[in-house]
């Protein structure tokens, strides 16, 4: 299990900083039997910028123990999160949804991004699609308007791309390979033919 990384107070960063302290301490409970020690686990972290900040005049709330969340921790992620986190995660969200392009990524890697900003958008599904196809390379959009019978869902969309998209790239491999055993096979006879060229040469000098 990875450890989490040092954290330096940016926003974008600030929820995939506390999910990692989090997935860690589910991972070795051990390691953390006191809430004290989670705390100051946590502030480890946080050591550059504003985060340091924030950790320098953090003091141990009293109320985090006379709390009655059954995972006390989870109030100093609160308080994390209100000091560096996205205020409005659905506006960033729509925003990253409607400017998302794939580039030069494969329909796998722009699928998961998609995916990860379509969840927080609170867009429903007919939208999504509409914003993911949008967002796809005019090639590979092209390919899925051409299937006879369109998804109806994004799940599905999803596979749509990442079935074309695998097949294209396949495609281009197996045309790198060709090509390069073509060019290996004419460099052989372009090499056979100077040999007997040499050769005959050399017999000519002989006689």
Known sequence: ????????????????????????????????????????????????RMAQLFRDHFLFQTQYKQSMEPDQI??????????????????????EITTIRQGSKSAEEHMQLFKQSYMRSGYGETAGIHEFKRSLNSPLLDKCMAIPELPVTLEKWYKLVIQLDCQWRQAVAEK????????????GQTSTMQCAGQQQQTQGNNL
Do not use: H, R
Not at 76 to 93: C, E, M, R, S, V
């Open 1 to 48: 299990m990875a450890m989490p990384p040092i954290y330096n107070s940016a926003m974008a960063t600030c929820e995939g900083f506390i999910n990692s302290c989090q997935l860690y301490m589910t991972a070795k409970p051990q390691e953390f039997p006191t809430l004290q020690i989670k705390i100051t686990w946590v502030l480890g972290f946080m050591q550059t």
């Open 74 to 95: 989870k109030l100093l992620y609160q308080d994390i999160y209100k000091a560096f986190g996205d205020p409005n995660k659905q506006a960033t969200a729509i925003q």
């Open 176 to 187: 790198k390979v060709f090509a390069a055993q073509g060019s290996s096979s004419t460099s």
